[in-house]
């Protein structure tokens, strides 16, 4: 058993071809790779196969955040290019964004997107990134869907996203604006498999978690427990919280990917009462760490590296997430966003 506190435990080697570059024709069309913890085994069905897995009383909570547009593509004063990806809102007009090429941006430097859309950079923080000032003539967020691009993570090698990314890279239930990638986990299910799992008594417990910088910032310390996560929002309504608490825990409750897990492990407490609320998260999952809530998880595969495969190794144990992982590789799954996912039970 490796160092479960050091960087190297969680790296694999991935053929490249496994990185899913474009989604499936259908959504529900993915591999499902279920993984019992408590017998040890690995079985691989038809993500659609979800359905026969639950039954009345059983639930799902969702991350129902909405991906932005947030990748701008502009100029600077020079005429060079420039690019900058939206994180987080600060005010009406500052941003929190990650902006290319870094060096040539400094504060008082513009970004021009159009003749009346541009933005000033006002200061860069530790990590990085920078906080923004937009000015514009008309209505922002419509100026942002006219010339905004959907964030594709900076594994699908492709110069830009295209329409099908505007639809395919948001799940069927986003409905809160503010995410700068989306949950993965959740954009294998379609309309008719929803409809499905509610008639037949599927409960719904949406939670909101706008995913920001974290996923496209990987670990650099060797000590996994020297990272440090950036703060996320999130919000747990109260009619959620309720439902939450007072569920049949007799019956099975799946978190929809790794960022509604982190929702209900942040709002609980010591003996597993979700707090309703808005507020920030950065928790830290990883080997070592005692569940409060989560009791099922549904995610895709994730990067070597990364803290989300750290989540799931915590989550699922060590040896089992590798032995999946090796699985998935051997069995040629595609990974990342647009691949396909595991149910952790």
């Given at each position: 058993?490796?160092?479960?506190?050091?960087?190297?435990?969680?790296?694999?080697?991935?053929?490249?071809?496994?990185?899913?570059?474009?989604?499936?024709?259908?959504?529900?069309?993915?591999?499902?790779?279920?993984?019992?913890?408590?017998?040890?085994?690995?079985?691989?069905?038809?993500?659609?196969?979800?359905?026969?897995?639950?039954s009345k009383g059983d639930g799902l909570v969702f991350n129902d955040t909405r991906v932005i547009p947030a990748r701008l593509y502009?100029?600077?004063?020079?005429?060079?290019?420039?690019?900058?990806?939206?994180?987080?809102?600060?005010?009406?007009?500052?941003?929190?964004?990650?902006?290319?090429?870094?060096?040539?941006?400094?504060?008082?430097?513009?970004?021009?997107?159009?003749?009346?859309?541009?933005?000033?950079?006002?200061?860069?923080?530790?990590?990085?990134?920078?906080?923004?000032?937009?000015?514009?003539?008309?209505?922002?967020?419509?100026?942002?869907?006219?010339?905004?691009?959907?964030?594709?993570?900076?594994?699908?090698?492709?110069?830009?996203?295209?329409?099908?990314?505007?639809?395919?890279?948001?799940?069927?239930?986003?409905?809160?604006?503010?995410?700068?990638?989306?949950?993965?986990?959740?954009?294998?299910?379609?309309?008719?498999?929803?409809?499905?799992?509610?008639?037949?008594?599927?409960?719904?417990?949406?939670?909101?978690?706008?995913?920001?910088?974290?996923?496209?910032?990987?670990?650099?310390?060797?000590?996994?427990?020297?990272?440090?996560?950036?703060?996320?929002?999130?919000?747990?309504?109260?009619?959620?919280?309720?439902?939450?608490?007072?569920?049949?825990?007799?019956?099975?409750?799946?978190?929809?990917?790794?960022?509604?897990?982190?929702?209900?492990?942040?709002?609980?407490?010591?003996?597993?009462?979700?707090?309703?609320?808005?507020?920030?998260?950065?928790?830290?999952?990883?080997?070592?760490?005692?569940?409060?809530?989560?009791?099922?998880?549904?995610?895709?595969?994730?990067?070597?590296?990364?803290?989300?495969?750290?989540?799931?190794?915590?989550?699922?144990?060590?040896?089992?997430?590798?032995?999946?992982?090796?699985?998935?590789?051997?069995?040629?799954?595609?990974?990342?966003?647009?691949?396909?996912?595991?149910?952790?039970?």
């Amino acid at each position: 058993m490796p160092d479960l506190f050091s960087l190297s435990a969680y790296q694999y080697d991935l053929p490249e071809e496994l990185i899913a570059q474009h989604p499936l024709s259908q959504r529900d069309h993915s591999r499902l790779l279920i993984v019992d913890r408590r017998k040890q085994q690995l079985e691989e069905v038809p993500f659609g196969e979800i359905q026969h897995l639950l039954s009345k009383g059983d639930g799902l909570v969702f991350n129902d955040t909405r991906v932005i547009p947030a990748r701008l593509y502009g100029k600077r004063a020079t005429g060079g290019k420039a690019e900058v990806l939206l994180l987080k809102r600060l005010s009406t007009q500052d941003w929190e964004v990650l902006a290319k090429p870094g060096k040539k941006l400094p504060p008082g430097e513009k970004v021009f997107f159009s003749d009346s859309f541009f933005c000033s950079i006002i200061s860069e923080n530790e990590d990085g990134s920078r906080v923004v000032r937009f000015q514009w003539d008309g209505n922002f967020d419509q100026l942002l869907n006219q010339l905004g691009h959907v964030p594709l993570p900076p594994y699908i090698k492709r110069e830009q996203s295209d329409q099908e990314d505007r639809h395919r890279y948001q799940t069927i239930y986003a409905k809160n604006p503010g995410a700068s990638a989306a949950p993965t986990a959740g954009l294998h299910f379609t309309e008719e498999l929803f409809g499905n799992l509610f008639e037949k008594g599927v409960i719904a417990y949406p939670v909101t978690l706008h995913v920001g910088k974290d996923t496209f910032r990987p670990v650099r310390v060797e000590d996994i427990r020297q990272h440090t996560m950036h703060a996320e929002s999130y919000e747990v309504s109260m009619q959620t919280a309720e439902a939450l608490n007072n569920r049949d825990k007799a019956k099975q409750c799946i978190c929809v990917g790794t960022t509604s897990c982190r929702v209900l492990e942040t709002a609980a407490d010591d003996h597993g009462i979700i707090r309703p609320g808005s507020h920030e998260s950065s928790i830290f999952i990883y080997p070592g760490y005692r569940f409060k809530f989560t009791t099922a998880l549904l995610t895709n595969f994730h990067l070597p590296g990364s803290t989300l495969l750290m989540l799931v190794s915590a989550f699922a144990g060590y040896e089992l997430t590798m032995e999946a992982y090796h699985k998935a590789i051997k069995d040629k799954f595609r990974f990342f966003s647009y691949g396909d996912a595991m149910l952790i039970l």
